[in-house]
Nanobody, 125 residues
Framework: QVQLVESGGGSVQTGGSLRLSCAAS????????MGWFRQAPGKERGAVAA????????YYADSVKGRFTISQDNAKNTLYLQMNSLKPEDTAIYYC??????????????????WGQGTQVTVSS
């Protein structure tokens, strides 16, 4: 059974940093993509960043480029999201997700098959 477990969320002030982790288990074959999405109250779930695990290519939403860095440790089956220069608008529940097949759009949640339970990130001004 596939399982994704996020950790690392918390509360920080504007300009602070957090590192999210997503531990993956139960896969019989390597996913094509692992990514981070977020959902703020009253808003739709949106893409933050993703990595094509086989090509080792990273993708970012424009709103986080230059501030967030996605990385993945194969040996630990863990995905990370380093978040720097955090802003109040980054406040959301952050979800880890995996896509088991090639996708047309890395940023569309519809292409992702498995999701974690989410971790809350709160940035205060």
């Amino acid at each position: 059974q596939v399982q994704l477990v996020e950790s690392g969320g918390g509360s920080v002030q504007t300009g602070g940093s957090l590192r999210l982790s997503c531990a993956a288990s139960g896969y019989t074959s390597s996913p094509y993509y692992m990514g981070w999405f977020r959902q703020a109250p009253g808003k739709e779930r949106g893409a933050v960043a993703a990595m094509h695990l086989r090509a080792r290519v990273a993708y970012y939403a424009d709103s986080v480029k230059g501030r967030f860095t996605i990385s993945q440790d194969n040996a630990k089956n863990t995905l990370y999201l380093q978040m720097n220069s955090l802003k109040p608008e980054d406040t959301a529940i952050y979800y880890c997700a995996t896509a088991l097949r090639p996708v047309i759009s890395w940023s569309s949640p519809n292409y992702y098959d498995n999701w974690g339970q989410g971790t809350q990130v709160t940035v205060s001004s």
